[in-house]
């Protein structure tokens, strides 16, 4: 099956006890292996649910337990999710509705982070919910305020 990849902007973000990477559209070919490919190209997703979908497409990772982040490429607007590594199974858990709102989140925190407005924490969270829509505000909270928890 063939799918459109976006165009992906590279970056990091560093919090207190960890971050998000994202890949560059050529960058994140290569990051495929070990999700939707083996490292000899053999196909490692399946139809049934907890399988790695052939329709998702890592972008990142977070830092600190190195989950994947990635877009489910058969929908249009690029939600963009994160799932629990070495489980056993993918359950996937939207973090972002858009790819846009994914980035602009990102840029958001980092804006945040460097004039010190992210030690309001309801106001923060607040305007990050505004921006992932649908997306879950508890995987902002803990990669944020990992302290606090």
Same mark, same amino acid.
Do not use: R
């Given at each position: 099956?063939?799918?459109?990849? &976006? +165009?992906?902007?590279? !970056?990091?973000?560093?919090?207190?006890?960890? !971050?998000?990477?994202?890949?560059?559209?050529?960058?994140?070919?290569?990051?495929?292996?070990?999700?939707?490919?083996?490292? *000899?190209? +053999? &196909?490692?997703?399946?139809?049934?649910?907890?399988? /790695?979908?052939?329709? /998702?497409?890592?972008?990142?990772?977070?830092?600190?337990?190195?989950?994947?982040?990635?877009?489910?490429?058969?929908?249009?607007?690029?939600?963009?999710?994160?799932?629990?590594?070495?489980?056993?199974? /993918?359950?996937?858990?939207?973090?972002?509705?858009?790819?846009?709102?994914?980035?602009?989140?990102?840029?958001?925190?980092?804006?945040?982070?460097?004039?010190?407005?992210?030690?309001?924490? *309801?106001?923060?969270?607040?305007?990050?919910?505004?921006?992932?829509?649908?997306?879950?505000? *508890?995987? /902002?909270?803990?990669?944020?305020?990992?302290?606090?928890?």
């Amino acid at each position: 099956m063939g799918f459109e990849l &976006p +165009d992906l902007i590279e !970056g990091e973000l560093e919090v207190e006890m960890g !971050g998000i990477i994202t890949f560059s559209k050529d960058g994140s070919l290569g990051e495929q292996v070990g999700y939707s490919t083996s490292i *000899n190209g +053999d &196909p490692l997703y399946g139809l049934d649910e907890g399988d /790695w979908q052939e329709c /998702w497409y890592v972008i990142g990772f977070e830092t600190l337990l190195g989950d994947p982040i990635f877009i489910n490429l058969n929908k249009g607007s690029l939600p963009v999710y994160t799932a629990p590594h070495g489980m056993g199974e /993918w359950i996937e858990t939207c973090i972002a509705e858009t790819y846009t709102s994914f980035i602009s989140t990102l840029s958001f925190i980092e804006k945040s982070l460097q004039s010190g407005e992210i030690e309001n924490k *309801n106001s923060t969270l607040q305007h990050i919910k505004s921006l992932i829509g649908s997306g879950e505000i *508890n995987f /902002w909270s803990l990669l944020i305020y990992s302290n606090d928890h």
